[in-house]
Each structure stands twice: as structure tokens, then as C-alpha cells.
């Protein structure tokens, strides 16, 4: 019993210090990642011209910062649940799901940018945020009962 429950206090702890990581990987998101993005879109920017952007240095930032949040988000997935077979969803699901966003993501700003900011934006948010984890978790809970 002791043991069982100094396993849990240890997972906790775990799963605490990832989501701690995921918050510093946003909150120092201006220093570690090249994103003109960052400030365009804390204004008003549906009246302002898209900001001069350095497509090689946006896509290679927004894959590092995708895949940083997908590993913790991963390492999460597994302490949390301890099913190698969610864990290896996930990551298929985190990899197909990259391929899918960047696309659209360099349609969208080559193309359609002036016209659909807002799609921009939401593209952009679940490239940039563990917005996938969030989602995952209730499945998961939800699969895991049904078993």
C-alpha cells in the first residue's frame, strides 16, 4: 500500500514538472523561437499588414517548438496512463498531424494570408501550443473506461 502510494506521489510530481516544462517553453516562447507572429497577433492585426516573415526560420522555429511540445506532451500521455499502445497513437497521431498543419499553414501565409488572418491564427495556435494534449486526455480517460 505504501508503495503504491509513494508510486502515485512520485507520478504526480512527474506529470506536474512536464506541465511546468510545456508552461516554460511558453512563457520563454520570445527568447527560444523566431516567430514574427508572436507580436502581430497580440494587437489589433485585422488592421495591420502581415509582418515581413523569413519562411526557412518560421518553419524550422515552428517545428522545434512543435516538437518539443509533442515529446512532453508524449511523456505525459505515457507516465499518465501507462499504455505504450495510447503512447504510440499519440505519436503517429502528433506526426500526421504536424505534416497536416504545416501545410495548410504555408498555404494559408503564401497564398490566402491578407484575406484569412484568422485561420492563420488557429493554424498557427495548435502548431505553437499542447493545445493536442488537452484533447487526448479526455479520449484517453474516456477509451480507458470503456475498457
Known amino acids: 500500500m505504501l508503495e503504491n502510494l509513494l508510486n502515485n506521489k512520485i507520478r504526480v510530481l512527474v506529470l506536474f514538472l512536464l506541465v511546468l516544462v510545456l508552461a516554460s517553453i511558453r512563457i520563454f516562447e520570445e527568447s527560444l523561437f523566431y516567430d514574427p507572429f508572436l507580436y502581430y497577433f497580440k494587437n489589433d492585426f485585422n488592421n495591420f499588414p502581415l509582418p515581413i516573415v523569413e519562411n526557412l526560420n518560421l518553419f524550422l522555429s515552428l517545428f522545434f517548438r512543435y516538437l518539443l511540445n509533442s515529446v512532453v506532451s508524449i511523456i505525459f500521455i505515457q507516465i499518465a496512463f501507462k499504455d505504450f499502445n495510447f503512447t504510440q497513437f499519440a505519436a503517429i497521431l502528433y506526426g500526421l498531424l504536424f505534416i497536416i498543419l504545416i501545410i495548410a499553414f504555408y498555404v494559408v501565409l503564401e497564398f490566402y494570408a491578407d484575406e484569412n488572418k484568422m485561420e492563420l491564427f488557429y493554424i498557427r495556435r495548435f502548431l505553437i501550443q499542447p493545445l ?7 479520449g484517453y480517460l474516456i477509451q480507458k473506461r470503456k475498457n
Open 132 to 138: 493536442f494534449l488537452l484533447l487526448f486526455i479526455p
